[in-house]
C-alpha cells in the first residue's frame, strides 16, 4: 500500500538506495513547533479576514491542542507498527482505543462559553456515551464524514488529531519511506490529504500533500493531478495574480482540485490556516465544477439528515 516504511534497523541496508538520498519521501511531524506556527498564522490572518471570528475561534482550538502535548503527552511503542502492508497508523495496523476522549473532553471545556451556537454543540457532544463517541470517531477515520454533524467533527476531529499527530512523530527517526506508488491517501494513517506545499529550505521546491489527521507530509511530484495521477491538462485558479501563493490545482479528468500553497512566494504560509483563509477560493473553484480531494480539520460539511 502506498509508501512502504522501513524500520531503523533495516535502514542501514537501505543506506545505497538512490531514492532516499535524494528525496526524503516522508516528512513527519513536530507538533510542538507545528501548533504554534498555526496558531500565530491564523490570528495574522484574522486581522484582515472577512471571517476573523472564525479564524480566532480555530486559533483557540489549536492552542489547547498545543496544550495537551504538554499537559497528557502519550508515548506508545510505535516500533511494533512499522514494516506492515498496512499504513502504520491505519485503523487496519491500529486499532482505536479510547484514549482520545480524554483529548476531546478537555477540548470541549476549553470552548465552553464561546458563543451560543457552540455551546449547544457541545452540550450535545457531551451527551453522547463513549461508544458512541467511538463510532463516530470510526465513521470519520474511515471518510464516513456524512455520519456525524459538521459541528462535532471539528472537535472530534481535534482530538484524534493530537493523539495521531504524537505517533507519526515518534516514528520520526525510526522509519523512513523507501518507495512511492499511489499517493492520494496519507501513507502513515491512510487519511485524506488538506492540500500541497510547496516547500523552503532543505526541500525546497518540492512539492508535499500534508495529512489533515496526522500532520505528516508526503512528496508528490509537481503537475499531476493528486487524486488520479493524471498530468495532462492540469490547471491552476488563483483569485489575484498568476504567481498567486495560493492556487487550486484542478484536474479536468476526474474534476477534482485541491489548493497548492507555495512557500517560496510567500514563507508565513501555514498549510490548515491558509486552507480556511482562502474559503472564497474553493468557493470560486466549486463553480467552475470542481469538487474538493481534500479535508480541512475546520471545515466539514453539515450531516444531511
Ligand atoms: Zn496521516
Ligand atoms: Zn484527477
Redesign the pocket.
Known amino acids: 500500500m502506498n509508501i512502504k516504511i522501513i524500520p531503523q534497523d533495516q535502514l542501514e541496508q537501505q543506506a545505497s538506495s538512490s531514492v532516499i538520498r535524494q528525496i526524503p519521501l516522508l516528512l513527519y511531524p513536530s507538533p510542538k513547533t507545528l501548533y504554534t506556527h498555526r496558531v500565530e498564522r491564523l490570528k495574522s490572518l484574522a486581522n484582515n479576514s472577512p471571517i476573523s471570528d472564525y479564524l480566532n475561534f480555530c486559533a483557540k482550538i489549536v492552542e489547547q491542542q498545543a496544550d495537551l502535548l504538554k499537559q497528557k503527552p502519550i508515548d506508545i511503542d510505535v516500533a511494533c507498527l512499522l514494516n506492515s502492508e498496512h ?1 502504520p ?1 491505519s485503523l487496519d495496523n491500529l486499532p482505536l482505543t479510547n484514549t482520545w476522549q480524554d483529548y476531546l473532553a478537555s477540548l470541549l471545556d476549553s470552548c465552553a462559553n464561546t458563543t451560543e451556537q457552540i455551546t449547544l454543540v457541545i452540550e450535545q457532544l457531551k451527551k453522547n456515551s463513549s461508544q458512541a463517541l467511538q463510532n463516530k470517531a470510526i465513521h470519520l477515520l474511515t471518510g464516513e464524514f456524512d455520519q456525524v454533524n459538521g459541528d462535532e467533527t471539528i472537535f472530534i476531529w481535534s482530538a484524534l488529531s493530537v493523539y ?1 499527530c504524537q505517533l ?1 512523530s515518534q516514528i520520526k527517526g525510526k522509519a523512513i519511506a523507501e518507495n512511492i506508488d499511489k499517493l492520494w491517501l ?6 485524506m490529504p488538506s492540500a500541497s506545499v510547496i516547500q523552503l529550505g532543505s526541500h525546497s521546491g518540492l512539492r508535499y500533500l500534508h ?6 507530509e508526503w512528496y508528490v511530484p509537481r503537475i499531476k493531478c493528486t487524486c488520479c495521477d493524471n498530468m495532462k491538462d492540469i490547471q491552476y485558479l488563483s483569485l489575484e495574480q498568476e504567481l498567486a501563493a495560493t492556487k487550486t490545482e484542478c484536474c479536468d479528468t476526474c474534476h477534482s482540485y485541491l489548493k497548492i500553497f507555495d512557500q517560496d512566494k510567500d514563507p508565513h504560509i501555514e498549510v490548515i490556516a491558509d486552507d480556511i483563509a482562502s474559503l472564497i477560493l474553493d468557493i470560486k473553484t466549486e463553480e467552475e465544477g470542481f469538487a474538493k480531494s481534500g479535508v480541512n480539520p475546520f471545515i466539514f460539511a453539515q450531516k444531511q439528515d
Not at 496519507?186 to 487519511?191: E, L, N, R, T
Open positions: 499504513p497508523l495521531y507519526a496519507c501513507p502513515v494513517c491512510k487519511s495529512c489533515s489527521l496526522c500532520e505528516s
